[in-house]
């Protein structure tokens, strides 16, 4: 059971698999997509998904799915790299609710500490998020209304974990 606006997915290569781990109806959806968008992990590879009520998903309406490339060449980039890419398309689809979601973050391959993933996580979907605007003087007519990402979680991270991932962001 997901409770957000939308859901970005971070997978290794040979974390495809893992897609199943998210049950009916998403996981042969996403399965389908993934195939029709020749997604087979690879850094730099994307692809997002709308979700109809109608699937009843829960209140997830949106799913993103980026890739990290093999986790033989895992560094805290990886997740960085991959959580900002989602949250640029969060943001561009006025998403304010992001729950992230990556199997290989809960159990990190190439001697990563558990943890430091989920913080990279955090930072990376943060500096995806900024628009560019922190050093501005604000003035009324900066606004354009433009999205920005209100509430962001992880799944499986721990409150400290988050929250030194924010820290270091900011």
């Given amino acids: 059971e997901f409770t957000s606006e939308a859901l970005g997915i971070t997978l290794f290569e040979e974390d495809l698999s893992r897609l199943e781990e998210l049950g009916n109806p998403l996981a042969p959806l996403l399965a389908e997509a993934a195939g029709l968008h020749r997604f087979s992990g690879k850094k ?4 997002s998904l709308p979700l109809p009520s109608s699937l ?3 209140t997830v309406r949106r799913v993103y799915v980026a ?3 093999p986790s033989a060449k895992a560094t805290c980039d990886s997740w960085r790299f991959a959580a900002a890419g989602i949250a640029k398309s969060a943001v561009r689809d006025k998403v304010t609710e992001l729950l992230l979601w990556s199997p290989g973050a809960l159990e990190p391959p190439c001697g990563i500490p558990k943890g430091t993933a989920t913080k990279a996580l955090v930072e990376g979907a943060l500096l995806g998020n900024d628009r560019g605007t922190s050093f501005r003087t604000k003035r009324e007519d900066d606004d354009n209304g ?3 990402l209100a509430r962001l979680s992880v799944a499986g991270g721990t409150e400290e974990d988050l929250t030194a991932g924010r820290l270091f962001a900011e």
């Fill in 44 to 47: 730099e590879q994307a692809f």
């Fill in 56 to 58: 009843g998903v829960s």
């Fill in 67 to 69: 890739g990290m490339g």
């Fill in 146 to 148: 433009e999205a920005s």
